[in-house]
C-alpha cells in the first residue's frame, strides 16, 4: 500500500491564553512543542493507521513570537518514511484576523509506528507527488541518515 503526503495533511488551531504564556508574555515553547507532537502524532496515524510514538524531534527552530489571543494553526504533512519510521514535518503560523498567516516555527519530527505488541511495525510507502514533495522527501532521506550518523558518532 501507498500513500500521499496530500492524505496524510492535518491542521490543528490554537487561541494562546494566559496560560500559554511564558514570563516574556509569549507563547511558551513548551507549550508550542506539544501541539506540535500531537499534530505530527495525528498525521502519522493517518499514514500508518496504527498507534506511533515520537522518536525524535530533529530539527526545531523559532522563528517568531505568537502572543496572547493570537490563532495559531499548525499544518502537518508526511515528508518522509521508511520501513517503520516517518517524519512529519509540522509548520506553525499565526494567522491574523484577516487570515493571513505568518511563520512561527518548523519542526521535523521523527515517528515509529506500533503494532498490537508496541513493538515498531512497517508502514505504507509514501509516495510524494509534486517537485516540492520529492525535494522534501529527499532531504527527510538526509536527514535520516544524518541521524543515524549522530547517532554512530554519540553527537
Not at 502537518?76 to 516555527?105: F, P
Not at 498490537?116 to 507527488?129: F, T
Not at 538526509?142 to 549522530?150: C, G, M, P
Request: proline fraction near 4%.
Amino acid at each position: 500500500m501507498t500513500k500521499t503526503p496530500s492524505q496524510t495533511y492535518t491542521e490543528q488551531v490554537n487561541l494562546v491564553r494566559a496560560s500559554d504564556l511564558n514570563g516574556s508574555k509569549r507563547l511558551f515553547g513548551g507549550n508550542l512543542l506539544s501541539w506540535i507532537d500531537i499534530t505530527a502524532a495525528i498525521v502519522a496515524r493517518r499514514h500508518a493507521e496504527c498507534n506511533v510514538t515520537t522518536v525524535a524531534i530533529d530539527d526545531l527552530h523559532f522563528i517568531a513570537p505568537a502572543h496572547a489571543n493570537d490563532t495559531v494553526v499548525l499544518c502537518g504533512k508526511m515528508t518522509y518514511a521508511g520501513r517503520t519510521s516517518m517524519e512529519v514535518t509540522v509548520e506553525s503560523y499565526v494567522e491574523r484576523l484577516d487570515g493571513t498567516r505568518t511563520l512561527i516555527n518548523r519542526a521535523h519530527v521523527v515517528m515509529v509506528a506500533l503494532g498490537p505488541d508496541d513493538r515498531p511495525c512497517e508502514v505504507p510507502e509514501l509516495l510524494p507527488e509534486s517537485d516540492e514533495e520529492k525535494a522534501q522527501f529527499l532531504a527527510g532521506e538526509k536527514r535520516k541518515q544524518l541521524r543515524i550518523q549522530r547517532q554512530a558518532e554519540n553527537y
